[in-house]
């Protein structure tokens, strides 16, 4: 059974090993060079191959302010082959989010290559999506998505020639057109067992296995402390948080009331066709009595609107 001191060691560790937000430190700290190889985890493990981060770039991204329209980093990094690849981190809560994601990629695309500069220089981008809200339906808390050209009556998938080192190569469009990650944050209840689910029990709970040997965590184990903020960077990662919070009310509220307005206007709806229904109703059975009186289908017809076909149709 634990000591009443075990339990109050137990206790300061955890306010002494209390973590920032990923979404935090990727705008504030993580920009610094010497932080990088917190961001080049996560990103190796999603990719499956280690990956070293060159620079941060300049983009909408750089902005200061509580209140920004977009969180986006744009990364230029190297794969393990060598290859530069532009790397887009997105952390936001609004809607039109599938929007957003195609917007920041064309973005990053046109944002990094030089008017004049060949096609051959556009660089594979990898866009990586941390959700913290909820996107709408799916059971998983990681989606990846690809651009893969099929054959409408082969099935085949299309392969493109390509010069590379003056020498002509085969290539899918996939290995030319983004890939977009999708990590649905909220979505993940499990125990953490495997790199990627290490990842998301730190962005989801702030937690991070004492011993960890995921790329990236061990290095935010040391680096991402609350404590070693200053108290300035303290207070404002506590206006952060709150701004996140004032964000995600403001946003659950406009869900709530569009919610509201669809089942009020469905009601409305439901209302009007039912008394139109009704309307219609009433017509055919008068005419119906009209008939079985014996009156002829002309003066059916006057008195009730209806066509002879419908009348006889009766």
């Given at each position: 059974m634990e000591t009443e001191e075990q339990k109050v060691k137990g206790e300061k560790k955890m306010i002494n090993e209390k973590y920032v937000r990923f979404d935090w430190a990727v705008k504030r700290m993580l920009r610094d060079k010497a932080n990088f190889d917190v961001l080049e985890g996560l990103i190796t493990v999603l990719l499956g191959e280690r990956i070293k981060i060159e620079e941060i770039l300049e983009s909408e991204g750089n902005q200061e302010a509580e209140n920004d329209k977009y969180n986006r980093v744009d990364i230029k990094a190297k794969d393990s082959k060598g290859s530069i690849i532009i790397v887009e981190v997105q952390l936001t809560t609004q809607l039109y989010y599938l929007e957003r994601i195609?917007?920041?990629?064309?973005?990053?695309?046109?944002?990094?290559i030089s008017?004049?500069?060949?096609?051959?220089?556009?660089?594979?981008?990898y866009s990586i999506n941390?959700?913290?809200?909820?996107?709408?339906?799916g059971a998983d808390y990681l989606y990846h998505g690809k651009n893969i050209f099929v054959g409408v009556h082969t099935g085949d998938t299309l392969q493109i020639n390509v010069k590379e080192d003056n020498v002509i190569r085969m290539k899918a469009p996939e290995d030319i057109f983004p890939e977009y990650y999708l990590i649905r944050v909220n979505e993940?209840?499990?125990?953490?067992?495997?790199?990627?689910?290490?990842?998301?029990?730190?962005l989801k709970n702030g937690r991070i296995k004492e011993n960890t040997t995921t790329p990236g965590l061990a290095e935010a184990k040391e680096k991402?402390?609350?404590?070693?903020?200053?108290?300035?960077?303290?207070?404002?990662?506590?206006r952060h948080l709150l701004a996140l919070e004032d964000q995600y009310c403001a946003f659950g509220a406009a869900r709530l009331e569009?919610?509201?307005?669809?089942?009020?206007?469905?009601?409305?709806?439901?209302?009007?066709?039912?008394?139109?229904?009704?309307?219609?109703?009433?017509?055919?059975?008068t005419a119906r009595n009209l008939k079985q009186m014996g009156l002829n289908t002309e003066d059916i017809a006057k008195a009730t609107k209806l066509s002879k076909d419908e009348i006889e149709a009766l």
């Amino acid at each position: 059974m634990e000591t009443e001191e075990q339990k109050v060691k137990g206790e300061k560790k955890m306010i002494n090993e209390k973590y920032v937000r990923f979404d935090w430190a990727v705008k504030r700290m993580l920009r610094d060079k010497a932080n990088f190889d917190v961001l080049e985890g996560l990103i190796t493990v999603l990719l499956g191959e280690r990956i070293k981060i060159e620079e941060i770039l300049e983009s909408e991204g750089n902005q200061e302010a509580e209140n920004d329209k977009y969180n986006r980093v744009d990364i230029k990094a190297k794969d393990s082959k060598g290859s530069i690849i532009i790397v887009e981190v997105q952390l936001t809560t609004q809607l039109y989010y599938l929007e957003r994601i195609l917007y920041g990629v064309t973005k990053a695309i046109t944002e990094h290559i030089s008017l004049g500069q060949r096609y051959s220089e556009v660089k594979k981008i990898y866009s990586i999506n941390i959700l913290y809200f909820d996107l709408g339906k799916g059971a998983d808390y990681l989606y990846h998505g690809k651009n893969i050209f099929v054959g409408v009556h082969t099935g085949d998938t299309l392969q493109i020639n390509v010069k590379e080192d003056n020498v002509i190569r085969m290539k899918a469009p996939e290995d030319i057109f983004p890939e977009y990650y999708l990590i649905r944050v909220n979505e993940f209840n499990d125990v953490a067992t495997s790199p990627l689910e290490e990842w998301l029990d730190y962005l989801k709970n702030g937690r991070i296995k004492e011993n960890t040997t995921t790329p990236g965590l061990a290095e935010a184990k040391e680096k991402l402390q609350y404590l070693q903020m200053s108290r300035a960077e303290q207070i404002a990662y506590e206006r952060h948080l709150l701004a996140l919070e004032d964000q995600y009310c403001a946003f659950g509220a406009a869900r709530l009331e569009g919610l509201a307005a669809g089942r009020a206007e469905g009601r409305a709806k439901g209302l009007e066709e039912g008394r139109a229904e009704g309307r219609v109703e009433g017509i055919l059975e008068t005419a119906r009595n009209l008939k079985q009186m014996g009156l002829n289908t002309e003066d059916i017809a006057k008195a009730t609107k209806l066509s002879k076909d419908e009348i006889e149709a009766l």
